[in-house]
């Protein structure tokens, strides 16, 4: 039943979807519209199918797709309250397609199972999962804006008289919006690697820095950290952000493909 | 539909001979009141503005001697005036009166501002009774169709001056322009118009630096602001958001390893330079910095005729929508038309009815109320299907230019009353009547 409600959700997102490859093109406040009220109904779709799953008590188990059903969910919040903020829905054509991405794969596949030997630290585990989550849907969103940032840049450089009439909202809102998605995920980021850690240390004694898993994990942490204070201490934006943003992103990627590589972290068949 | 406009405007008329005819708003009123007195005329009402003087009116027979109107008025010669006036009449003056109106016929198409001065000639002629019924009509749709082209096409979106761009792209950079900081540099005329519409829009505070330190004083004092002296420039720009340069140098005085400190300096905060100097203040190598955006005089030029090539475009959506609109006023005015025919043909042929029954009542003797009832309703079916014809024909002749024709047969077929002047709002309520009773 919860992945009906998820292919409910799926469908809204692909209006999103859509949306996402027509504001490339031209803007349209009506589709914007459109696709923001589909975004709506599919996140109450979204949490349904998450509820059941946490009730039915799978959410444990099989964590490898309902992972991305929960890491979809977060980011669609994060894109719902950056609207709310700045009545601008042009981070969608960053959010949409990533999150229609994830509820894909998360809607389609059979779930992979994720270790099973953490089951007695259930708290530690939730916490972890959840704030980690949280953290990968602040990034995701900084790296959108970042993009975006970008785009408007060269299209504010170029001096063509399109470039008044953009879906983007002005420079600086985009910049803010980056900005404080950074400043929101890090301290997520890292409370989900110290629980993260408390609950490799009660399963197997110690952190083993040597797995890929942890040790990617700790990598994209450290360049996460590095991109905060580059842009607290002298205010990187543009291309330079937009580099390092993509560099946090691929590493958050990579750390994630490690799942299927390491030792005590892992997904099984 | 006997409206009749006369007027002239700026692609018409010489400045000289559009002044001759401004109306100062004082004297509007009179002026109305004399027009809707002259021979011939119903209602009047006239827009004067700078771009142009323009007379409309609803005429008894579709015939007023306009121009003769204005040479009486503003006691003017046949010669001086006539080759410059242009006269629209029916359908073409409901067309006019919408483009007006909806900003198509402006020096700057897309323009707002005529939209308010045509309502308050409008509330003006109202005011002294010289705009009733038909002109009610007219301009409340006119007013309906601007707004409708204001809202289904970008005709006037986008601004078209060199300070108003000056200001979208400052806001496009920086959001709000709320607390931001402006730096002229060089205290020209130009330059002054663009820190006067930023401050407008709400732009904290203003720098000024000018060679001539005096100037500077007397330009930041009219702004509030402070100067600053020339040789503190670059230790004080980096202050400034948003730069407006105009200095007489001959060569750039902003150059790339000056972007370099600003921007250093301001932690990579963006900088937006305007340079409408010639030759640039501005090296354009500046604008390769991140973060840093250089538009000269001709970038901005170049907006600027972008912008209005765009309103061309979306003028010639406008002109459809208001083709359109102009059939359906036409349309709605013929239906209008009619109405008074078919409610006398109604009258006339229940008064023949009433007074048949009364003259057979008596011969019958008493009938039984189901009898009566018999009666009413055989009468009241032989008249309804006597009237179904012509009063088909009627509103199917309503929206072709045949109505005039066809009203006048039906009048005189059935020797119906001369045709009463009925106000906008009556035939309404007629229009209405003659729904339900079919």
Same mark, same amino acid.
């Given at each position: 039943?919860?992945?009906?409600?998820?292919?409910?959700?799926?469908?809204?997102?692909?209006?999103?979807?859509?949306?996402?490859?027509?504001?490339?093109?031209?803007?349209?406040?009506?589709?914007?519209?459109?696709?923001?009220?589909?975004?709506?109904?599919?996140?109450?779709?979204?949490?349904?199918?998450?509820?059941?799953?946490?009730?039915?008590?799978?959410?444990?188990?099989?964590?490898?797709?309902?992972?991305?059903?929960?890491?979809?969910?977060?980011?669609?919040?994060?894109?719902?309250?950056?609207?709310?903020?700045?009545?601008?829905?042009?981070?969608?054509?960053?959010?949409?397609?990533?999150?229609?991405?994830?509820?894909?794969?998360?809607?389609?596949?059979?779930?992979?199972?994720?270790?099973?030997?953490?089951?007695?630290?259930?708290?530690?585990?939730?916490?972890?999962? %959840?704030?980690? !989550? $949280?953290?990968?849907?602040?990034?995701?969103?900084?790296?959108? /804006?970042? #993009? &975006?940032?970008? @785009?408007?840049?060269?299209?504010?450089?170029?001096?063509?008289?399109?470039?008044?009439?953009?879906?983007?909202?002005?420079?600086?809102?985009?910049?803010?919006?980056?900005?404080?998605?950074?400043?929101?995920?890090?301290?997520?980021?890292?409370?989900?690697?110290?629980?993260?850690?408390?609950?490799?240390?009660?399963?197997?004694?110690?952190?083993?820095?040597?797995?890929?898993?942890?040790?990617?994990?700790?990598?994209?942490?450290?360049?996460?950290? %590095?991109?905060? !204070? $580059?842009?607290?201490?002298?205010?990187?934006?543009?291309?330079? /952000?937009? #580099? &390092?943003?993509? @560099?946090?992103?691929?590493?958050?990627?990579?750390?994630?493909?490690?799942?299927?590589?390491?030792?005590?972290?892992?997904?099984?068949? | 539909?006997?409206?009749?406009?006369?007027?002239?405007?700026?692609?018409?008329?010489?400045?000289?001979?559009?002044?001759?005819?401004?109306?100062?708003?004082?004297?509007?009123?009179?002026?109305?009141?004399?027009?809707?007195?002259?021979?011939?005329?119903?209602?009047?009402?006239?827009?004067?503005?700078?771009?142009?003087?323009?007379?409309?009116?609803?005429?008894?027979?579709?015939?007023?001697?306009?121009?003769?109107?204005?040479?009486?008025?503003?006691?003017?010669?046949?010669?001086?005036?006539?080759?410059?006036?242009?006269?629209?009449?029916?359908?073409?003056?409901?067309?006019?009166?919408?483009?007006?109106?909806?900003?198509?016929?402006?020096?700057?198409?897309?323009?707002?501002?005529?939209?308010?001065?045509?309502?308050?000639?409008?509330?003006?002629?109202?005011?002294?009774?010289?705009?009733?019924?038909?002109?009610?009509?007219?301009?409340?749709?006119?007013?309906?169709?601007?707004?409708?082209?204001?809202?289904?096409?970008?005709?006037?979106?986008?601004?078209?001056?060199?300070?108003?761009?000056?200001?979208?792209?400052?806001?496009?950079?920086?959001?709000?322009?709320?607390?931001?900081?402006?730096?002229?540099?060089?205290?020209?005329?130009?330059?002054?118009?663009?820190?006067?519409?930023?401050?407008?829009?709400?732009?904290?505070?203003?720098?000024?630096?000018?060679?001539?330190?005096?100037?500077?004083?007397?330009?930041?004092?009219?702004?509030?602001?402070?100067?600053?002296?020339?040789?503190?420039?670059?230790?004080s720009c980096d202050r400034a958001d948003i730069v407006i340069t105009s200095t007489g140098a001959p060569h750039a005085i902003f150059r790339r390893e000056h972007g370099e400190q600003f921007l250093s300096r301001r932690k990579n905060r963006p900088m937006f330079f305007i340079d409408i100097a010639v030759p640039r203040d501005v090296a354009p190598q500046m604008a390769e910095l991140d973060g840093i955006f250089v538009y000269d005089i001709d970038d901005l030029q170049q907006a600027v005729a972008g912008h209005i090539a765009d309103r061309r475009k979306e003028a010639e959506q406008a002109e459809a929508i208001i083709a359109s609109e102009v059939e359906k006023f036409e349309a709605r005015a013929h239906t209008l038309d009619v109405v008074p025919t078919i409610v006398s043909?109604?009258?006339?042929?229940?008064?023949?009815?009433?007074?048949?029954?009364?003259?057979?009542?008596?011969?019958?003797?008493?009938?039984?109320?189901?009898?009566?009832?018999?009666?009413?309703?055989?009468?009241?079916?032989?008249?309804?299907?006597?009237?179904?014809?012509?009063?088909?024909?009627?509103?199917?002749?309503?929206?072709?230019?045949?109505?005039?024709?066809?009203?006048?047969?039906?009048?005189?077929?059935?020797?119906?009353?001369?045709?009463?002047?009925?106000?906008?709002?009556?035939?309404?309520?007629?229009?209405?009547?003659?729904?339900?009773?079919?």
């Open positions: 039943m919860s992945l009906l409600w998820l292919r409910f959700a799926l469908t809204c997102y692909f209006v999103g979807l859509i949306y996402a490859f027509f504001a490339l093109r031209r803007t349209s406040d009506l589709f914007s519209r459109i696709a923001l009220h589909a975004a709506s109904l599919g996140m109450v779709f979204h949490f349904v199918s998450l509820v059941e799953l946490f009730l039915s008590g799978q959410v444990l188990w099989a964590l490898g797709h309902n992972g991305e059903s929960l890491l979809a969910f977060l980011s669609m919040t994060f894109f719902m309250i950056i609207y709310a903020i700045y009545k601008t829905t042009s981070p969608g054509v960053v959010v949409f397609p990533f999150v229609f991405f994830l509820t894909f794969v998360a809607a389609v596949d059979e779930q992979p199972v994720l270790l099973t030997s953490f089951v007695q630290h259930k708290g530690w585990l939730i916490a972890h999962i %959840i704030l980690i !989550f $949280t953290g990968y849907a602040a990034l995701v969103l900084s790296f959108g /804006a970042s #993009l &975006l940032y970008l @785009v408007q840049e060269r299209r504010l450089k170029a001096k063509k008289p399109s470039s008044m009439i953009s879906f983007l909202p002005a420079l600086e809102t985009i910049d803010q919006i980056g900005y404080r998605s950074l400043l929101l995920g890090f301290p997520f980021m890292t409370l989900g690697l110290i629980t993260g850690s408390v609950v490799a240390i009660s399963a197997y004694g110690r952190v083993d820095f040597t797995d890929p898993k942890i040790l990617l994990s700790i990598l994209m942490w450290v360049v996460y950290m %590095i991109m905060v !204070f $580059t842009r607290w201490n002298s205010g990187w934006r543009g291309r330079r /952000a937009a #580099l &390092l943003a993509t @560099v946090t992103v691929v590493a958050a990627i990579v750390a994630w493909v490690a799942n299927y590589f390491s030792a005590i972290h892992r997904f099984a068949s | 539909m006997r409206y009749q406009l006369i007027g002239v405007n700026h692609k018409s008329a010489p400045l000289e001979v559009r002044e001759r005819l401004a109306i100062p708003e004082s004297k509007l009123p009179d002026c109305c009141r004399d027009l809707a007195a002259y021979p011939g005329i119903e209602e009047g009402m006239i827009i004067s503005t700078c771009n142009r003087v323009e007379v409309i009116t609803h005429t008894t027979n579709g015939t007023a001697d306009l121009r003769g109107f204005l040479h009486d008025h503003f006691r003017l010669k046949a010669e001086d005036l006539d080759p410059h006036l242009y006269e629209f009449r029916e359908k073409d003056a409901v067309r006019h009166v919408f483009r007006v109106a909806s900003s198509l016929d402006s020096m700057v198409v897309g323009e707002a501002q005529i939209l308010g001065q045509v309502k308050e000639a409008y509330a003006t002629a109202r005011a002294v009774g010289a705009v009733r019924g038909q002109l009610d009509q007219l301009f409340s749709r006119a007013f309906a169709v601007a707004k409708r082209v204001r809202t289904e096409t970008a005709v006037g979106s986008s601004s078209v001056s060199i300070a108003s761009v000056a200001v979208e792209l400052a806001k496009k950079i920086f959001g709000t322009l709320q607390g931001k900081n402006v730096f002229i540099v060089g205290a020209g005329k130009m330059s002054e118009l663009a820190a006067r519409h930023l401050m407008a829009h709400g732009c904290a505070s203003i720098f000024v630096a000018n060679r001539t330190y005096e100037r500077a004083i007397g330009l930041a004092q009219r702004f509030n602001g402070q100067a600053i002296k020339f040789e503190d420039l670059y230790n043909l109604q009258d006339h042929l229940e008064t023949i009815r009433q007074a048949e029954i009364d003259r057979v009542r008596g011969r019958m003797g008493s009938l039984t109320p189901e009898q009566e009832m018999a009666v009413e309703a055989l009468t009241r079916g032989i008249i309804n299907k006597v009237m179904h014809t012509p009063i088909t024909t009627l509103k199917s002749a309503a929206k072709e230019s045949e109505a005039t024709t066809v009203i006048d047969v039906v009048r005189r077929l059935f020797n119906l009353p001369a045709k009463t002047k009925e106000s906008g709002v009556e035939a309404d309520s007629k229009k209405d009547e003659v729904g339900t009773r079919q």
